[in-house]
């Protein structure tokens, strides 16, 4: 049972490139969340989506794209790396929008140069 | 607007010494109050989930309880293997989303 997979772990962009941060759940969840976690700050939600085909903003979606075209894949888009990006990117998901909590995959480390 | 704080940013414990980590939150309708823990380099592990004021869950050596303005993450007896970073989160009332605090890093020392 994988859980949430993302991928890649690690990833050193340039400044001004794009990349894709991959994500996939085999639970059948429809909710799905990406967050950001930057040190001494916490977790910041970017993107959410409550089914395949519907998203919505978080508190800091600047900057950041997603799309949900299965219900299996939460991909997170950045156009035009900034050096405010790096950070650890966490993708989470849920049955019944939080009540029992989230599963978290294990994060992408991102450094933008 | 949804506030969670926790306290302290870090904690240094010997093997045995028992203590809590705060929780503080301002939530307008609170949709339940979770636990995780995080160790370095990977996602946070969902630990417990309280609703309502007054209510207590455990697991092994942590307890967690929760008030009207707050909740404690009991540790007791804490061993090595404690270690790690505790977040506190609340849910909001639009879509489930969780608000994390900043979470507490926690040391016990052999």
């Known amino acids: 049972n994988a859980g949430v997979t993302q991928t890649p772990k690690f990833r050193i962009l340039k400044i001004g490139q794009s990349m894709t941060l991959q994500c996939a759940q085999d639970?059948?969840?429809?909710?799905m969340y990406w967050y950001r976690q930057d040190p001494g700050m916490g977790l910041k939600l970017i993107y959410y989506?409550?089914?395949?085909?519907?998203?919505d903003k978080g508190e800091v979606p600047n900057g950041y794209n997603v799309s949900r075209s299965t219900t299996e894949d939460f991909p997170l888009r950045l156009e035009l790396a900034a050096p405010s990006q790096t950070s650890v990117y966490f993708c989470?998901?849920?049955?019944?929008?939080?009540?029992?909590?989230?599963?978290f995959g294990s994060g992408t480390r991102l450094t933008v140069v | 607007e949804d506030q969670v704080t926790q306290s302290p940013e870090a904690l240094r414990l010997q093997e045995g010494e028992s203590s809590s980590l705060n929780c503080s939150y301002t939530v307008s309708g609170l949709r339940g109050l979770f636990w995780y823990r995080q160790d370095p380099g990977k996602g946070p592990e969902f630990l417990f989930t309280?609703?309502?004021a007054g209510e207590e869950k455990e697991k092994e050596r942590l307890k967690a309880t929760l008030t009207k303005k707050e909740s404690f993450l009991h540790i007791t007896a804490p061993k090595p293997e404690d270690s790690a970073t505790y977040l506190c989160a609340v849910r909001d009332n639009q879509g489930g989303k969780l608000i994390f605090g900043q979470g507490t890093e926690l040391s016990v020392k052999p």
């Open positions: 639970m059948n969840h429809n909710y």
């Open positions: 309280l609703y309502s």
């Open positions: 989506s409550v089914g395949a085909g519907i998203t």
């Open positions: 989470a998901s849920s049955s019944d929008g939080g009540a029992r909590g989230y599963t």
